[in-house]
């Protein structure tokens, strides 16, 4: 009987000290797009989607490695990043438009550069966010916000290493004998 009152006294002292569980994030929902149109140069043309469990659609066109439409996965939490990106850099504080057409959000231009579109689309969350904006355009407030945002986006979408700008990659040079330095060799 005493050891009885000895366990019960233990199991009302442990579940005394156990701490609540902790409360988990909700699940990330919807998708975040970023687009790049053409210009007279080399620039990618493309449109990639990506999903809360970070796989992606692409659309690929002019100057990437594979056009057509395929599909892949990126790093896991590439879409959370992608969410913290936008948050940070505050998109739904941005202008729709930062275009020629818009003479207060791009008040000079410069011509032959790709049009870029990102977007964040969540209905269950009523999230409907895009910015669309001519990376010519210069001169107005929003424009290093814009450039450091798109830039994020490319690292986190992983635009270099899937869709490639211009030519694809090239496997390295292999290296070569050091030359010899000075008159040593005369």
Request: contains cysteine.
């Amino acid at each position: 009987m005493r050891h009885l009152g000895l366990i019960a006294l233990l199991a009302l002292g442990a579940c005394a000290s156990t701490p609540p569980p902790e409360e988990k994030e909700p699940p990330l929902t919807g998708t975040i797009t970023l687009g790049s149109g053409s210009c007279p140069g080399l620039c990618a043309v493309y449109t990639m989607t990506l999903n809360p469990d970070d796989t992606y659609v692409l659309n690929a066109g002019e100057n990437t490695i594979r056009p057509g439409r395929s599909r892949g996965s990126l790093p896991v939490n590439s879409f959370r990043r992608a969410v913290e990106a936008l948050e940070q850099y505050d998109m739904p504080g941005l202008q729709r438009f930062y275009t020629q057409t818009e003479k207060e959000n791009c008040t000079t231009a410069i011509t032959g550069l790709p049009t870029v579109d990102f977007s964040r689309l969540d209905d269950d969350n009523d999230v409907r966010n895009f910015v669309t904006f001519d990376t010519g355009c210069v001169g107005y407030a929003d424009r290093d916000r814009l450039d450091q945002l798109h830039e994020r986006l490319r690292t986190i979408f992983r635009v270099r290493e899937i869709v490639a700008v211009g030519e694809p990659p090239r496997p390295p040079r292999p290296e070569t004998e050091p030359v010899a330095q000075g008159l040593g060799g005369l």
